[in-house]
């Protein structure tokens, strides 16, 4: 069963696409969905993007929902190890 749930924000950073070149990303959206790619019946998708550059400025990630979870547990660990002056 999908629940359908889209979650949309704007990110300010960088990602690397197809062809290897570095381009900004300004948007990601995130949804758990059946994956194009990954061997599961359902991941967590995050899809980074600038739209402004079309569809090819994408870069997209499928994680099982175990795998999400120890992501967001890496990513709150890491900036939590970081001062907060730096964080800003």
Known sequence: MC???TVKDTVDGS????????FHVSDVTV???????AMAEHTLNIDFT????????R??????????????A???????AVPAEMRV
């Open 3 to 5: 629940t359908y749930t």
């Open 15 to 22: 990602a690397k696409g197809p062809g290897g070149a570095w």
């Open 31 to 37: 949804y758990f969905d059946h994956p194009v790619h």
């Open 50 to 57: 600038d739209p402004g550059r079309g569809p090819a400025a």
């Open 59 to 72: 870069v997209a990630v499928e994680l099982t929902a175990e795998s999400a979870q120890r992501l967001v």
């Open 74 to 80: 890496a990513i709150q660990s890491a900036l939590a």
